[in-house]
């Protein structure tokens, strides 16, 4: 594995590979990987000559100083995994590389997607997330880029600032990876001491709750019941939300063709965790591959 930390010497490299006409696929990261990541890599290498993996903990996506401070770093660990996974190029730049002295922050017209859910809970995260992402982008110009469902809703204005900034590059959208007792891979889980990493159990436990009663019943008292089953695990809720898998707009009464998600966010004391699921089985954001938002979402 080739590592890089600069711009120009991954401009460079990347020039090589394209002259023999090799397609790239790209997989940001925050670091602290886990096989969830891993899956990403060898989703990437499976469909793509060159895997580029970036790790990257950017300042302006934390909205939070404290979770920015206490992010885990296990930069070692993660160069060991890549190696291991065969990625290609680890790009890891510095500050100053991706945001130097004269950056103008972009802002992006990510419309309804910011008012809600992360959106509303993280004011300023999907914006600091766009600039990252679309700087990233323009630096490794993929082919494919591999994003992991457990961010069910940066997914989608991943892809909208993709259509805005018009970057040719296409979205691949892969399965959230979990524990064996259904926790979702998450770098954050880190931070779980053990009776935490026990209760952290609750959030996958309400949202299969969720799914498997979602066509019974009101899908209100579904949703507090699981809002409920948190509260009473000891987590502190920002939201629990079942919503329309194509749009995010809340669903309240349940249409069979309807393909619906149900999102969750909330504190385990200092950790905040955020998970989903597809509710109707037989239809999920992976089989689509590349995933679109409807139209109306763009507005
Ligand atoms: O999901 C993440 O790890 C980050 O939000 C991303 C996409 C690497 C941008 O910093």
Redesign the pocket.
Known sequence: MILIKTIPQLQEQLARFRGKRSSIGFV???GALHQGHISLINKCKETNAVCVCSI?V?PT?FNNPADFEKYPITIEKDIDLLEAADCDILFLPAVAEMYPPDDVKEHYNLGYLETILEGKYRPGHFQG?CQ??DKLLAAVTPDHLF?GQK?YQ?CMV?TKMIELKGHKTTPIICPTIREKDGLAMSSRNLRLNEQERITALAISKALFYIKENACTGSLEAIRQHAEQLLTNAGYKVDYVAIADAATLQPVENRDAKQQMVALVAAFLNEVRLIDNMVVNSEWSIVNSETFAPSKEMAS
Do not use: A, G, S
């Open positions: 940001p990261t925050m990257f950017n996506q997330v990252i992402v994003l961010d940066q991943i």
